[in-house]
C-alpha cells in the first residue's frame, strides 16, 4: 500500500502534495517517540529545580525562617545583588558602546577590533582573578568583584549587539535622517530601540554567569551565595544550610529570568522582507577617533593585556620545569575527553527538542523548551548538589562517576546547543524531507539523508560551544568528578589555591588556547544567526 501511494506521488505532483499537506496535519504535535523522548529529556532538566522545591518544603517552615532570615544570608544578598547591579549596566554600556562603534562608525582597524573585542571570553573568570590577584594582592571587595566580572563578561553583551547591528535594517534610519534627526538622535530614537533583545538577553547572561561564578570571586575572598553554599558544603556536606542558600539562589534567578521576559515588552522587532540592501553609512568619528582607539584599547589591555600578561609572567619564572609536571598530559587528556562526551550528550539529547520545536511547533514543544531554559539557567553549584543528593539516596551506584558529571555538563549547557540546532534546523525545509518520504524513503532514512546533513554544520557548532563551557567549568566538577580526576580547571584551582602560581599557570594557558577558537566560533555564529 505504501509503496502504490508512492509510486502514484511520484507520477503526480498533486497527488505528493496532498500526501504531505495530509501527513503534517496528521503529526500536530510531532512523532510520539520523539514526543516521549523529550518528556524525558524534561524530566530530567526539572531535577535542579525539583531538588530546590524538595528540600525547601522538607526543610519545614521553622528552619526556613531560622537559616534564610539571618544576617548572615541578608550580607551574601547585599553582596550577591550589589554585584549584579553594578557590573550588568557596565557591560551593557561597554558591549553596546563597543558594538556600535566597530559596526557603525568609521573606526579604524574596525574589523580587528570587531574580534578583540570578544576575545575575552576565552579567558575563565578564575583565571582573570588569577591574573588581577598577581597583580594587586591586596585586590577584593565588591571593587574587585566588579573590575573582575566586568572584564570577563562583557562580550556577553557585545557578541549580540554587534550580530544584530551589522544585519540592522538601514532603511529606519535613513528615514530619520531624511527628516532632519541628527546621529546621535538616531543612534537614541532608532537604532538603540532595536538592540534592546540583544542588550536585555546580553544582560541576562551576565547576570546568570554571577550568580554562577564561583572561583572568581573564592580567589579573592568576596563572599557570593554560589561561595558560601559550596563552603557549607564542604563543611556539613548535604546540609540544610546549603540547601536553603540554594533555595534563595534559584529565586534569584527565576527572578532575573521574569525580568528579562517582561523587558522584552509587546513592540515588533520583525521585518518583512529582505530589508534595504544599501550598507547602514558609518559615522565619521573625526576628532573621536583618538578617544575610541584609547577607550577600547584600555578594554583591551585590563581584559586581555593582563591576564596574559601574568600567565606569561609566572610561566618565564617557572622555566621548563613547569611543563614538566606529571599530571599535566593527563589533565589536558581528561578535559579533552570530559569536553567531547558533554558535548556529544549534549547535541543528542539537544537533537529532538529542537526538532520537534522547529518542524512541530504547538502546545508541547515550546514548554518543553522553556523548561531546558530554565533548568539550564541554574548556577552549577545547584546542579552538582541536586545531583549529589540524588544520586547518594537514590542510585548510590552511580554516585561521583563520569555519568553524573558529564550528566550535570548537559544540564547546564543545554541551551547552547539547542540554540544552534535550531537554527540549522530552520535552514533544511520540511518539505525536503517530506518529499523523499513522499518517494519512498522511510522516515528515520530520509531523516539521515536530508535533515540531518543539512543540520550537521549547526549541531557541529553547538557542540563546540558546550564543549568550550565543559573546558573552564569549575564549580559542578569539584562537587561531582570522580576520585583521580584532574581536569585543568580542578588542577589549577587546586594549585592557584596553594598559591603555587608558576605551577597554575601552563594549566591557564591551555584553557585559554582551547577556548580561543571556540569563543571565535561562537563570534562567527552570532552574525550568521543575525542574519536569519
Known amino acids: 500500500m505504501t509503496s502504490s501511494k508512492s509510486t502514484t506521488a511520484a507520477r503526480n505532483p498533486g497527488v505528493k502534495t496532498s500526501l504531505i499537506a495530509a501527513g503534517s496535519r496528521g503529526s500536530r504535535l510531532g512523532p510520539w517517540p520523539v514526543v516521549v523522548l523529550c518528556l524525558l529529556i524534561a524530566a530530567f532538566s526539572l531535577l535542579p529545580l525539583g531538588f530546590v522545591a524538595a528540600a525547601t518544603v522538607n526543610a519545614g517552615w521553622d528552619t526556613i525562617v531560622k537559616l534564610v532570615f539571618r544576617p548572615r544570608v541578608g550580607e551574601l544578598l547585599l553582596n550577591t545583588a550589589s554585584l549584579v547591579l553594578i557590573t550588568v549596566p557596565i557591560c551593557v554600556v561597554i558591549g553596546v558602546g563597543g558594538a556600535w562603534l566597530v559596526e557603525r562608525t568609521s573606526l579604524a582597524g574596525n574589523k580587528a577590533w570587531a574580534v578583540i573585542l570578544a576575545a575575552p571570553l576565552a579567558i575563565p573568570a578564575f583565571v582573570n582573578s588569577y591574573a588581577w590577584i598577581s597583580a594587586d594582592p591586596t585586590l577584593g571587595g565588591i571593587f574587585g568583584g566588579v573590575l573582575i566580572s566586568v572584564l570577563s563578561y562583557f562580550p556577553l553583551v557585545y557578541i549580540p549587539v554587534a550580530a544584530v547591528l551589522s544585519r540592522l535594517d538601514p532603511a529606519l534610519e535613513q528615514s530619520a535622517a531624511s527628516l532632519g534627526l541628527g546621529p546621535w538622535k538616531v543612534f537614541f530614537r532608532v537604532?538603540?530601540?532595536?538592540?534592546?533583545?540583544?542588550?536585555?538577553?546580553?544582560?541576562?547572561?551576565?547576570?546568570?554567569?554571577?550568580?554562577?561564578?564561583?572561583?572568581?570571586?573564592?580567589?579573592?575572598?568576596?563572599?557570593?551565595?554560589?561561595?558560601?553554599?559550596?563552603?557549607?558544603?564542604?563543611?556539613?556536606?548535604?546540609?540544610?544550610?546549603?540547601?536553603?542558600?540554594?533555595?534563595?539562589?534559584?529565586?534569584?534567578?527565576?527572578?532575573?529570568?521574569?525580568?528579562?521576559?517582561?523587558?522584552?515588552?509587546?513592540?515588533?522587532?520583525?521585518?518583512?522582507?529582505?530589508?534595504?540592501?544599501?550598507?547602514?553609512?558609518?559615522?565619521?568619528?573625526?576628532?573621536?577617533?583618538?578617544?575610541?582607539?584609547?577607550?577600547?584599547?584600555?578594554?583591551?589591555?585590563?581584559?586581555?593585556?593582563?591576564?596574559?600578561w601574568h600567565v606569561g609572567r609566572w610561566l618565564i619564572a617557572g622555566g621548563s620545569a613547569v611543563w614538566e609536571r606529571d599530571d599535566l598530559l593527563n589533565a589536558l587528556v581528561q578535559t579533552l575527553g570530559y569536553g567531547l562526551a558533554g558535548a556529544v550528550l549534549t547535541t543528542v539529547l539537544a537533537f529532538p527538542l529542537a526538532y520537534l520545536v522547529i518542524r512541530h511547533p504547538g502546545p508541547i514543544s515550546k514548554p518543553l523548551e522553556a523548561v531546558n531554559y530554565i533548568s539550564s539557567s541554574m548556577p552549577g553549584i545547584v546542579v552538582a548538589l541536586a545531583l549529589v543528593t540524588i544520586t547518594v539516596h537514590n542510585v548510590p551506584a552511580i554516585y561521583q562517576t563520569s555519568l553524573v558529571l558529564v550528566g550535570a555538563y548537559a544540564l547546564l549547557f543545554m541551551p547552547r546547543a539547542l540554540v544552534n540546532l535550531r537554527a540549522g534546523l530552520a535552514q533544511a525545509p520540511r518539505e525536503l524531507d517530506e518529499a523523499a518520504q513522499a518517494l519512498g524513503k522511510p522516515p528515520l532514512i530520509a531523516f539521515l539523508r536530508v535533515t540531518l546533513r543539512l543540520a550537521a554544520p549547526a549541531a557541529a557548532g553547538g557542540a563546540a560551544l558546550v564543549f568550550l563551557g565543559v573546558v573552564n567549568e569549575l564549580t559542578a566538577t569539584l562537587l561531582l568528578a570522580p576520585n583521580g580526576t584532574r581536569t585543568l580547571a580542578t588542577q589549577f584551582w587546586a594549585l592557584s589555591s596553594e598559591i603555587d602560581y608558576m605551577g597554575a599557570a601552563p594549566y591557564a594557558l591551555l584553557m585559554i588556547v582551547l577556548s580561543a577558537p571556540m569563543t571565535y566560533l561562537l563570534f562567527v555564529q552570532s552574525k550568521k544567526a543575525a542574519g536569519q
Open 191 to 308: 537604532v538603540l530601540p532595536q538592540l534592546r533583545l540583544a542588550a536585555a538577553g546580553g544582560a541576562l547572561l551576565v547576570s546568570l554567569h554571577l550568580l554562577a561564578e564561583y572561583g572568581a570571586f573564592a580567589m579573592i575572598a568576596f563572599d557570593t551565595f554560589t561561595t558560601a553554599i559550596y563552603d557549607q558544603f564542604r563543611s556539613t556536606f548535604n546540609g540544610a544550610a546549603a540547601n536553603m542558600l540554594a533555595s534563595v539562589l534559584v529565586l534569584f534567578c527565576l527572578l532575573l529570568l521574569l525580568a528579562e521576559s517582561r523587558s522584552r515588552g509587546s513592540a515588533r522587532y520583525a521585518r518583512v522582507g529582505a530589508g534595504a540592501q544599501s550598507n547602514p553609512g558609518r559615522l565619521r568619528l573625526g576628532l573621536y577617533q583618538v578617544p575610541a582607539q584609547l577607550a577600547l584599547v584600555a578594554v583591551s589591555i585590563l581584559a586581555l593585556g593582563v591576564p596574559l
